[in-house]
């Protein structure tokens, strides 16, 4: 009996190229790690970034898994889905590392709205927003996995600010005084 199990292509390939306990074939014929590079990235143009948040989370012990149901790119928890709830809704964001400014051909269009939401939504799991920034160079070449030499990550926890959470920490060190007329 051959079972199936269904993975993302981000941890396909890691397993291929980050571990190499893993085999992908194409007519019964073994894909090399070059050819599956190929592969992935024609499919998918922003795969080489992806590929990076998932290698870069991967190696920090986190388990990295879709985020599609709650609008994210991954989800990160800190063992295994199956004993863990997520900590972390990861959205990426591939930045020019020489002027800083996000690539708008590479990056999904959010609104201040739709980060609101975004957070309501999370924050009501649970989980907190991390933005991964994908520094890439103007000149990087995706064309073989030798650009993730080249490809650096910076994180970023979004949290909402309470007021009423601040004032009441406020409160135990100050004191105010008023005086009438």
Not at 138 to 155: A, G, N, V
Request: with cysteine.
């Amino acid at each position: 009996m051959t079972e199936k199990y269904v993975i993302f292509p981000e941890e396909a390939f890691f397993l291929v190229y980050g571990i190499g306990c893993l085999t992908v074939k194409q007519d019964q014929e073994e894909l090399s790690t070059s050819a599956l590079w190929s592969k992935m990235c024609q499919s998918d143009p922003n795969f080489p970034f992806r590929y990076a948040v998932y290698h870069h989370f991967r190696s920090k012990g986190w388990v990295p898994r879709s985020g599609l149901k709650y609008g994210a790119d991954f989800l990160l928890y800190r063992r295994s889905p199956a004993l863990f709830h997520a900590s972390y809704a990861v959205m990426l964001q591939v930045v020019n590392k020489e002027s800083l400014e996000p690539s708008p051909s590479k990056n999904r269009e959010l609104t201040w709205s739709d980060l609101a939401a975004m957070d309501r939504v999370i924050n009501h799991v649970a989980k907190e927003v991390m933005f991964c920034h994908v520094l890439v160079p103007s000149t990087l070449d995706t064309s073989t996995s030798d650009c993730l030499r080249s490809i650096q990550m910076q994180e970023m926890v979004m949290t909402r600010w309470v007021s009423s959470r601040e004032r009441e920490g406020a409160e135990k060190h100050f004191v105010h005084e008023f005086e009438f007329p």
